[in-house]
C-alpha cells in the first residue's frame, strides 16, 4: 500500500502559478500510473492530470490543457503538478492517487485563487 502525501498548495492572485507536489511511501510508487485530483467545495472530485507508471505519457482534462503540467521523479517517488495561469475556477482541494483512487486518499493540499 502506498501513503500519499500532498503538499504545496497556497492562496495565489488569478494569473499566478503554484507547483503541487505529491510524496508516496510506503510502496514502489513508479510501478503505478498517477493523476491529480482536484474537489471543490459543494463538487464532486474530478481528475485533472494524468501520467503513465514511466512518464512517458501524459493527458488533462479540458479545463486545464495548456496551463498544467504533470511530472514525476520515480527515483524521488514524487509526482508534481506545475500549475500556471490560474483562474477562480481551480479553487480546491488537490489530492494525487492512482487513477480510479486505488489507494488511501491523503489530506490534499488547498489551493485558491482569488484577487
Known amino acids: 500500500q502506498v501513503q500519499l502525501v500532498e503538499s504545496g498548495g497556497g492562496l495565489v492572485q488569478p494569473g499566478g502559478s503554484l507547483r503541487l507536489s505529491c510524496k508516496g511511501y510506503g510502496d514502489t510508487l513508479s510501478l503505478y500510473s498517477m493523476a491529480w485530483f482536484r474537489q471543490a467545495p459543494g463538487k464532486a472530485r474530478e481528475q485533472v492530470a494524468f501520467i503513465t507508471a514511466s512518464g512517458g505519457n501524459t493527458d488533462y482534462a479540458d479545463p486545464v490543457k495548456g496551463r498544467f503540467r504533470i511530472s514525476r521523479d520515480n527515483t524521488k517517488m514524487t509526482v508534481d503538478l506545475q500549475m500556471n495561469g490560474l483562474k477562480p475556477e481551480d479553487t480546491a482541494v488537490y489530492y494525487c492517487?492512482?487513477?480510479?483512487?486505488?489507494?488511501?486518499w491523503g489530506q490534499g493540499t488547498q489551493v485558491a485563487v482569488s484577487g
Open positions: 492517487n492512482a487513477p480510479g483512487g486505488l489507494f488511501s
